[in-house]
């Protein structure tokens, strides 16, 4: 179970790659099946999670809250929040796809459920590369999937094209 909510309005969520990188993320530290709700955020919203819960007031990319020792098994393990405003406003800065800035925020939050930590600089870098390298898998595989899919569609001739030869293309 993966939950995907949104509540901002700045950037569309695709919930179906959020999900990917979830499960890749599970995958790939074999942890099993997730249980994990991932809630999309504006800066507001993230800043008073963030001061609430962690005694920090100032937006953020991302907070994790791991729930595995809550008596109710049947919940999610975890919940990943992230800032779909703090994507957009680095992505911009770095002329990267927020979209992909977004993924990295949730890759990362999974992580820390997954037990990674990043409290020093070495610990950090390698969390962002474990990150980075995740959401660049689930793209490629979901990229390849999609272009799959649009052969298939094309390469679909139609009542007339089946009956015409192709035509010849001379070479230059």
Request: proline letters at 6%; aromatic letters at 4%.
């Amino acid at each position: 179970m993966i939950e995907v909510t949104s509540r901002q309005r700045l950037l569309p969520v695709r919930a179906a790659d959020v999900r990917a990188v979830v499960r890749a993320a599970f995958a790939a530290e074999r942890a099993g099946a997730p249980r994990v709700a991932v809630r999309v955020l504006d800066d507001a919203a993230i800043r008073a999670l963030n001061a609430r819960w962690l005694g920090h007031d100032w937006a953020t990319d991302a907070i994790a809250f791991d729930y595995r020792d809550d008596p109710d098994a049947r919940g999610p393990r975890g919940e990943v929040f992230v800032s779909a405003e703090t994507a957009v406003r680095e992505a911009r800065a770095r002329r990267a796809d927020p979209r992909g800035e977004l993924l990295l925020y949730v890759a990362h939050g999974t992580l820390h459920l997954l037990g990674w930590d990043d409290g020093t600089p070495a610990r950090r870098r390698a969390m962002n590369a474990r990150a980075a390298a995740l959401v660049r898998r689930v793209l490629k595989a979901r990229g390849a999937a999609h272009a799959a899919k649009r052969r298939v569609v094309r390469s679909a001739p139609g009542p007339r094209a089946a009956s015409r030869p192709a035509p010849r293309r001379r070479r230059p």
